[in-house]
């Protein structure tokens, strides 16, 4: 039987945030307020060290905590944002041809249509998304600048803004799925989020899960006003009554004491090292990006190649998740960080490049 290897999930490299949170949690101060309702929009100094990631790290500039809710990671930020973007009138979301397979999962349960924008090197093209967004008249729009999930395209200043300007002209809101952008050293270095070129209109879905590891479960969705974080409070406090403390608390001291930035670092590092790997052994066509999780691997029949793979023991995100506006699935995402161990992920890397 053929050993069996994860290429499929996006992860981080978890192994030194292990004992970290061990640390953490034989030293977190624990109190009877620990155990009552939480605030529903989050603790106002867990918001506050949000901010401050946000601020130091993903290339905002200043971030008031009052326009931010905490969410049960980022997916649970872009089911929120979705749920308040969107319209009975007019049920659809615009979204790069390539995009995130869960927002088609939670946009199909929801009853919202998806609409597919054409993308190039840099991500979603305005000329097409104004296209798009003229015929199907939808309200909001589902955009990934950086570190697009599955290409790893990162939109530069110019594509941003232009993408803003659409946006403006159309009347759309912006929801912008931000997970990646602190790994991508020229968004630390200060190439702005949608939500700082547009942020009357942009609800920004981020979260720690793609750095520290989706287990704890911590994110976020940063709003244009407090007017909508309002709406989001409401929300979470009649369905959930809010929302557990104790990882968020962990988390944010991480974010103050400089834990959460030191791990950041070390994973920057390590991802760097196996996108170089991967290109090595795979194949220069391989398209990578800096510290990314993953890599799209460009294919001219991904199901089958896929199928291959599947039948040698390795398992990539399905190609089915990733279709072109013509419904043609042109390429597969490999996960680079699911497999902790070295040795097995370079096992994987070399099946790819044997049955490509």
């Known amino acids: 039987m053929e050993p069996s290897y994860n290429l499929a999930v996006n992860l981080p490299l978890r192994g030194s945030v292990l004992p970290r ?53 980022a997916r649970h930020a872009l089911g929120i944002a979705l749920a308040a973007a969107t319209t009975d009138r007019n049920p ?29 090197r840099h991500g979603m093209r305005p000329d097409a998304l104004a296209l798009a967004a003229a015929r199907s008249q939808a309200a909001a729009l589902y955009v990934q600048p950086t570190l697009q999930n599955p290409t790893t395209a990162t939109m530069p200043l110019a594509r941003r803004e232009e993408i803003a300007a659409v946006a403006e002209r159309f009347g759309l809101t912006i929801i912008e799925g931000d997970v990646y952008a602190s790994l991508h ?38 709003h244009p006003d407090t007017a909508s974080q309002a709406a989001t409070t409401a929300r979470i406090q009649l369905e959930q009554d809010g929302l557990p403390t104790l990882p968020p608390s962990i988390v944010a001291r991480w974010m103050d004491d400089g834990t959460a930035e030191a791990l950041l670092d070390e994973l920057t590092g390590a991802m760097r090292e196996r996108g170089e790997m991967a290109r090595r052994i795979v194949g220069e066509d391989l398209v990578t990006a800096d510290a990314s999780l993953h890599a799209w691997l460009p294919s001219a ?3 089958a190649m896929e199928a291959h793979l599947l039948a040698r023991g390795v398992h990539v995100a399905a190609s089915k998740h990733f279709v072109d506006t013509h419904g043609r699935a042109l390429g597969i995402r490999l996960a680079l960080g699911a497999e902790e161990d070295a040795a097995r992920f370079e096992e994987a890397l070399r099946i790819v490049a044997a049955e490509r």
């Not at 605030?39 to 100094?45: I, K, L, N, V």
């Open 21 to 73: 949170l061990r640390a953490a949690l034989a030293s977190t101060p624990v109190d009877a307020d620990t155990l009552a309702y939480p605030d529903p929009a989050g603790a106002p100094w867990i918001r506050a060290s949000i901010a401050g990631w946000l601020e130091r790290l993903g290339g905002h500039g200043p971030v008031d905590p009052a326009r931010i809710a905490l969410t049960i990671g």
């Open 92 to 120: 659809s979301v615009l979204v790069e041809e390539h995009t995130y397979h869960g927002v088609r999962r939670m946009a199909h349960h929801m009853g919202t249509r998806c609409v597919d924008v054409a993308m190039d």
């Open 185 to 222: 050293r020229p968004v630390r270095d200060g190439l702005p989020p949608l939500a700082r070129i547009a942020p009357h209109r942009t609800l920004h879905c981020g979260g720690m899960g793609k750095i520290l590891g989706p287990g704890l479960r911590v994110g976020w969705l940063l």
């Open 301 to 303: 029949d991904a199901p």
